[in-house]
Structure formats: structure tokens, C-alpha cells
């Protein structure tokens, strides 16, 4: 499935601006610690309320569109580059 606009992502994911680091796991197709990884590399932005801790659905959109671009700019490996 491709989402062209944050609008249908927000629109298939029932999304508000904000999501739990629980939910953004299952967003992300991530566990726990890749999650605070993406947090720590600047991939995800966290932003806290107090002791809530929330991720940004712009943030997980926006790694859903670097993820997209990346696959369709590569090329798959044949067989003999994949043994070298």
C-alpha cells in the first residue's frame, strides 16, 4: 500500500497529531528499542507532556516516505553480487 499525502496516512492509521510509543511500534513495524534508536538518530520526534511520552505521526509519515523512496531507488541484487 502506498500513501501518497500524511492525510491518508492519517486517514488509514485512525491518527490524531500524536501517538503513544506503544502505538508507534505498530506503526513503524518496530520494537521498543529500535524505536528509541530512530528517536535518538533524529528519524521520530518525541515530545513530552509532563511523564507522556508521544511520537509525532509527521515524524512516523515522514519515515514511511524515506522508507518508500529508498526502496523504489534501489535496485535488487542478482545472485552472483549477492555471493561476493
Known sequence: ???D???EFLEVHSLGPFVRPK???QIAN???T????LIAD???EMVKD????????RSLYARY????????????????????
Open 34 to 37: 529500535k524505536l528509541y534508536e
Open 23 to 25: 502505538r508507534a511500534c
Open 50 to 57: 509532563g511523564r507522556i511520552t508521544n511520537i509525532t505521526t
Open 5 to 7: 499525502t500524511f492525510q
Open 42 to 44: 533524529g528519524e521520530l
Open 65 to 84: 516516505r524515506r522508507l518508500i523512496e529508498a526502496r523504489s531507488t534501489s535496485r535488487p541484487c542478482s545472485k552472483l553480487e549477492q555471493h561476493q
Open 1 to 3: 500500500m502506498n500513501l
Open 30 to 32: 518496530v520494537g521498543p
